[in-house]
């Protein structure tokens, strides 16, 4: 072997290998992500200079090999790429390479708090990572060129001698250092490709053995793939998952370059919407599990791929978020998601109206957070109804939860299955303009206000349901956009239209000329003896009185919402407020019953008859029906109820038993 040049590299810092051993990157593994993508770049320069005419020899099949020598510590890669000359090896390995090392080291020495998410076009000397010794051997596509050999044991000296290599391309072979020995595991090996090179355009091999895909989906056109095609991707990128709800393919080459496919998936309510799981690439190359500082914040939780080439890898991260080619990335993504989502309502309504129940907390959740998004989807923000549509309206889709769905929990509604219509809000609106304009009614909990919604609906009132997790921060949004429009939850007060006037009014008894409602009301106050509970008795409006609750409990809307805002503030569940409206509803047969059968009561001494004692528990019992739906109780409360329930039944047989 001929001794072409030796020498030292050209740098300043002395201790740069140590530093670069040390401190380049967090996981040293990367250096085969980095020498591979070396190598595939050796390959598509060869295609460039092979269809610019610059070389007319046979560029035969592109492949990279990875060879292990067990015995001799060795790891080689290997390439039939564009290869390089000496002058090219002194110049891109000794100057360049070493001096934009030490640029960079110098950069981001001693800046721990800024942690690096990739580093690039640094790529050779990662390989001192891991290795006590590299080489490289090369031959260039240059007519004439001859073979060189270059070595380096991670000291600023090298060698450059003749090699005795004939194929075009180069190998790189480490010598890996003693603590680096698992690098000659071919299982190791195969992991690694697998994790950052599985779609990198080149078939790699290992014994014969391909190890990557090579086709990256992202990088096709949409029309060139099918639904399933989407699907198989996803499983492969998130095994063991549910199958995504939609998904959008992105594609731009200007002003900047981005590639990529993000899936909605099916939302659970363990998942950290503040964590990404949307996967970083640069040119096929896997860089990053996590890429938060490019993708809008309420997109967090989409899924899938990106892929920039525009996207600066050398940063650090508060560096990225300030960055303006990402910033304009994110507004891309934004708009491409909010196209997607537009153009299902429009062409596949039915579709996104099945998905709606997890996509509408990223649509909520954006229009929350940002503003372009919000006005690209606001009229497309859909709500379940009570409201019962034609054929020719929007379409019934009937949500059947699936066994053991853990949403359960979080949604009630979906304990059973549903089949209510949806609208959006403007249209609900125009619909209810003539009976209650500018007036919504809502319900947040289709269980527990169930009675109330029944109430609503019994009268022609439009109820609509605001029950995911987000919708309390949500109303108070739309109240901002829409200021003329009044949002009452089914549980704040009674519309009037629910209310029989004339019935309440009616005087049941001529001795002391007083109405049922006053009545009813003075026998409540003197049975519960509760001064912050406000009683109010009305005649509920219905065609069957039985079918009417005989007692609600109502939460004025400006207390309920200040009690929940407290709650926020000090991270607390919030609490049921101990002033609240107990509405005894004066029509039903139970409430004129217990009228009855208190004006009955005999007094005996200062002992309580039998029937007013009666009278005195029905109403304790009649109040914990009312105020069961609206909260459960604690232990005790529900100890008091089960007694009083018992005492209540007791008295009742006693006197069937009587009479």
């Known amino acids: 072997m001929t001794m072409l040049e030796q020498g030292t590299i050209s740098i300043h810092t002395e201790n740069i290998f140590p530093i670069i051993k040390k401190s380049l990157y967090s996981d040293h593994e990367i250096f085969l992500r980095e020498l591979v993508s070396n190598a595939v770049d050796a390959i598509q320069k060869l295609k460039m200079v092979s269809r610019a005419g610059e070389y007319t020899g046979d560029i035969g ?45 110098q950069k981001y020495q001693g800046k721990s708090d800024q942690p690096i998410i990739g580093h690039f076009g640094l790529g050779f000397y990662s390989s001192f990572m891991v290795a006590q010794k590299v080489e ?76 990557n895909r090579q086709k990256a989906p992202w ?60 996967k970083l690439f640069c040119n096929q190359v896997f860089v990053s599990d996590h890429c938060e500082e490019i993708i809008p914040k309420f997109l967090l939780p989409m899924r899938g791929v990106i892929d920039s ?46 998905a709606w129940q997890d996509i509408g907390t990223f649509v909520k959740f954006g229009a929350l957070n940002d503003e372009k998004f919000k006005k690209q989807i606001e009229d497309i923000i859909i709500y379940r109804t009570t409201h019962e549509t034609k054929a020719s309206d929007t379409p019934n889709v009937e949500v059947q939860p699936q066994e053991g769905d853990v949403w359960q929990d979080v949604t009630p509604q979906e ?14 609106l125009e619909r209810n303009k003539q009976r209650h304009e500018n007036r919504v009614y809502y319900c947040t909990d289709q269980v527990t206000q169930a ?54 009014g009616e ?62 503030m000090q991270q607390q569940a919030a609490q049921f407020p101990e002033e609240h409206i107990l509405l005894v509803n004066t029509a039903h047969p139970l409430i004129q019953n217990l009228v009855s059968l208190n004006q009955g009561s005999i007094v005996q001494g200062d002992t309580v008859s039998p029937s007013a004692e009666l009278a005195n528990m029905i109403c304790h019992h009649v109040y914990d029906l009312a105020l069961m739906a609206q909260k459960g109780f604690d232990a005790e409360g529900m100890k008091a109820f089960v007694e009083r329930s018992n005492q209540v039944l007791t008295k009742l047989t006693e006197r069937a038993a009587k009479s």
């Open 61 to 105: 099949e592109p492949e990279i090999q990875i060879v292990i020598d067990k015995d001799k510590k060795k790891l080689a890669i290997s390439d039939n790429g564009i290869g390089m000359t000496a002058e090219e090896v002194k110049k891109y390995i000794n100057q360049v390479a070493f001096s934009s090392a030490e640029e960079f080291i």
């Open 219 to 278: 990088r096709e056109s949409p029309n060139s793939l099918t639904k399933e095609d989407y699907l198989e991707f996803y499983r492969y990128l998130y095994p063991f998952q549910e199958e995504p709800l939609i998904w959008v393919h992105l594609n731009t080459d200007y002003p900047f370059i981005l590639n990529g496919i993000l899936y909605f998936p099916k939302l659970k309510p363990d998942v950290d919407v503040t964590q990404g799981q949307i």
């Open 309 to 354: 080439t525009d996207i600066p890898l050398n940063v650090s991260r508060s560096a990225l978020q300030m960055d303006r080619t990402v910033r304009r990335i994110a507004d891309y993504i934004s708009r491409k998601v909010g196209d997607r989502l537009k153009e299902l309502y429009r062409d596949y309504k039915e579709e996104y109206i099945k």
């Open 507 to 568: 005087i049941v008894d001529p001795k002391t000329n007083k109405t049922r409602s006053e009545l009813v009301k003075e026998l409540f106050q003197k049975a519960l003896n509760k001064p912050k509970l406000n009683i109010r008795t009305e005649a509920l409006k219905s065609d069957d009185p039985q079918g009417t609750p005989p007692a609600m409990v109502l939460l004025p809307e400006f207390m309920r919402r200040i009690q929940e805002m407290n709650a926020f």
């Open 136 to 211: 490289i051997d090369t031959l260039s596509y240059k007519e004439g060129a001859t073979a060189v050999h270059w070595s380096c044991d991670g000291s600023p000296e090298f060698r450059l001698e003749d090699s005795p290599r004939t194929q075009r391309g180069t190998t790189i072979t480490l010598t890996l250092q003693e603590e680096e020995q698992e690098y000659l595991e071919p299982a190791r090996i195969k992991q690694l490709v697998k994790t950052y090179c599985d779609f990198m355009p080149v078939p790699i091999k290992l014994d014969g053995e391909v190890l």
């Open 451 to 504: 009675t109330y919604v029944e109430l609503h609906k019994n009268q022609g009132l439009e109820v609509l349901f605001m029950d995911s997790f987000i919708d309390t921060h949500f109303i108070t949004f739309l109240e901002r956009e829409y200021p003329d429009v009044k949002f009452s939850r089914v549980d704040s007060d009674l519309d009037e239209t629910l209310l029989d006037q004339d019935k309440a």
């Open 415 to 428: 304990s059973a299955a549903t089949t209510l219509p949806y609208t959006t809000l403007k249209e609900y």
